[in-house]
C-alpha cells in the first residue's frame, strides 16, 4: 500500500510519517509527505496512493477539501487531520473514513489507520474477486484424443493430472481428457481464480463452498469432490484466498 500525508506543518507529516514507519512498516510501501496545496495535487495526480491523510487547514486560507476538488485520487481512502472538532461533519460529507483531532494521541491515530487498512484490504479483495468473474466468461480450447472443443472457464470445477494428459472436471458432470500436462494448464489459468493446490490438483476456487479439516485440510468443491491441500501449497493457499476472495 501507499500512503500521502499533506499537512503544512512539517512537525506533525514527520510525526505521522514515523508512527506509521513505526506501527505499520510491513504494511505501507511508500510513505510520501508534503506540507502544500500545490505538491499534494501534483504528488496525487502522479502517483497512486491507497490511503490520503490530510490536514484540513494548509494555510493561505487553502483546505485539503480544495485538493481533492482539483483530484481525481481513485478509490483511495480518506483520513483527515484537524484541530477543530466542528470540522468533523464536513470531514465525513466529503467521504472520509475517519478523522483525528490534534494534538494526534498515538492510540486514536492507530486506530483510524488500521481501520483504513482493513477498508482497503476489503475493496481489494472485492475487486479481485469480480475480476476473476469476468475473466471467467472466457473460454479455453481442449483438445482430446477425438478433436478439439471450446470451453468456458466458469463451466469447468477442476482438473486433475493423469500421467501425460489432465482430466477436466465440467459443471454438467462431463469429463474431458486433454492431451497436455497439467502443468500447461497452471500458466494458463494464472490470475483467473483456478489454483493448483496439490502436484495433481488445479481447481476453481469460484466453485468452491468451503475448506474442511480433514486429513490436513480439504477443499470443497460444488459438485461434491473434496480434494485435500498439499502440506507445501497450504499457506500460500490460505494467503490467496484472504488475499483475493475474502470479504
Known amino acids: 500500500m501507499n500512503v500521502l500525508i499533506i499537512d503544512d506543518d512539517k512537525r506533525i507529516c514527520k510525526l505521522i510519517q514515523s508512527l506509521l514507519k513505526r506501527y505499520f512498516e510491513s504494511t505501507f510501501k511508500i510513505i510520501d509527505g508534503v506540507t502544500s496545496l500545490e505538491a499534494g495535487i501534483e504528488s496525487i495526480k502522479n502517483n497512486d496512493y491507497q490511503l490520503l491523510i490530510l490536514d484540513i ?121 486433454v492431451t497436455k500436462h497439467l502443468k500447461d494448464f497452471e500458466n494458463k489459468l494464472n490470475n483467473t481464480g483456478f489454483y493448483r493446490v496439490h502436484n495433481s490438483y488445479i481447481i476453481n476456487t469460484l466453485k468452491m463452498t468451503g475448506i474442511t479439516k480433514r486429513d490436513g485440510l480439504c477443499v470443497n468443491l460444488e459438485s461434491g469432490e473434496n480434494i485435500v491441500i498439499s502440506g507445501r501449497r497450504k499457506d500460500d493457499f490460505l494467503k490467496f484466498i484472504e488475499t483475493h476472495l475474502h470479504v
Open 57 to 177: 487547514h494548509l494555510g493561505n486560507n487553502a483546505t485539503s477539501f480544495d485538493i481533492l476538488k482539483k483530484t481525481e485520487p481513485n478509490n483511495a481512502k480518506i483520513i483527515f487531520i484537524t484541530g477543530h472538532e466542528n470540522y468533523a461533519i464536513e470531514a465525513i460529507k466529503k467521504g472520509a473514513l475517519d478523522y483525528v483531532l490534534k494534538p494526534i494521541q498515538t492510540q486514536e491515530f492507530k486506530e483510524a489507520i488500521e481501520k483504513a487498512i482493513n477498508a482497503i484490504n476489503t475493496n481489494s479483495s472485492t475487486e479481485k474477486a469480480s475480476s476473476f468473474i469476468a475473466k471467467q466468461n472466457n473460454s479455453l480450447m481442449l483438445k482430446d484424443l477425438e478433436g478439439m472443443r471450446l470451453v468456458q472457464l466458469s463451466d469447468i470445477i477442476f482438473l486433475k493430472a493423469s500421467g501425460p494428459y489432465t482430466d477436466v472436471f465440467l459443471v454438467n458432470s462431463e469429463r474431458i481428457t
